[in-house]
Nanobody
């Protein structure tokens, strides 16, 4: 059974930092593209950062470039999102996604999310 579990969310003041973690099990983690998405109330889910399975460059949404850093630890089936200089507009539910395509099959797994609130 595949599980994707996020942790590390919470309440932080503007300018503060948080580190989110995402642990995946039941998959061959190293072959999956791992991504972080977020969804704020009343808004559509948006891609925050995506890291390919081959160790290539991580893509970030423009609004977080220079502030957020995504990393992955294939030995522990975990990805992280280090968030610095947080702003109120970063407030959202953050979701982890594991995705791969194998032939004609797509494998797409989501966690349940972790809430990040940036407020004074």
């Amino acid at each position: 059974q595949v599980q994707v579990v996020e942790s590390g969310g919470g309440l932080v003041q503007p300018g503060g930092s948080l580190r989110l973690s995402c642990a995946a099990s039941g998959i061959i983690f190293s072959v999956y593209r791992m991504s972080w998405y977020r969804q704020a109330p009343g808004k559509e889910r948006e891609l925050v950062a995506a890291m390919p399975s081959d160790g290539g460059s991580t893509n970030y949404v423009k609004s977080v470039k220079g502030r957020f850093t995504m990393s992955r630890d294939n030995a522990n089936n975990t990805v992280y999102l280090q968030m610095n200089s947080l702003k109120p507009e970063d407030t959202a539910e953050y979701y982890c996604n594991a995705y791969r395509v194998l032939g004609v099959h797509e494998y797409d797994y989501w966690g349940k999310g972790t809430q990040v609130t940036v407020s004074s």
